[in-house]
């Protein structure tokens, strides 16, 4: 079992930067798919970036270009480095870890990750 715990978030100017971590615990984080995903409020929770565990990594278009997602496995952290953000990318966002690797784009999809962290509030102000 492994135990996430995100942070970063915070207000921040449309066209700024924040960057997000999450801290595993209790197992390696590369033996992991790591997930970002977000949910805004009144809406569903959607997938932002994943980081898996054959180091691939991928993005939704909406923050592709912006987004960056690393991994340190020594430091059983991964990162979520937010560029030119947006108004629209307000929202909690929450880290997430795989056990399995499903096929196709199982990284994307909520019911495919095991473990979830709390959660860190993004502001973004216009």
């Known amino acids: 079992q492994v135990q996430l715990l995100e942070s970063g978030g915070g207000l921040v100017q449309a066209g700024g930067s924040l960057r997000l971590s999450c801290a595993a615990s209790g197992r390696t984080i590369s033996r992991y798919t790591m997930g970002w995903f977000r949910q805004a409020s009144g809406k569903e929770r959607e997938f932002v970036a994943a980081?898996?565990?054959?180091?691939?990594?991928y993005y939704a278009d909406s923050v592709k270009g912006r987004f960056t997602i690393s991994r340190d496995n020594n430091k059983s952290t991964v990162y979520l480095q937010m560029n030119r953000l947006k108004p629209e990318d307000t929202a909690v966002y929450y880290c997430a870890a795989a056990e399995y690797d499903w096929g196709g784009s199982y990284y994307t999809q909520n019911s495919r990750y095991d473990y979830w962290g709390q959660g860190t509030q993004v502001t973004v102000s216009s």
């Open positions: 980081f898996t565990k054959n180091t691939n990594t």
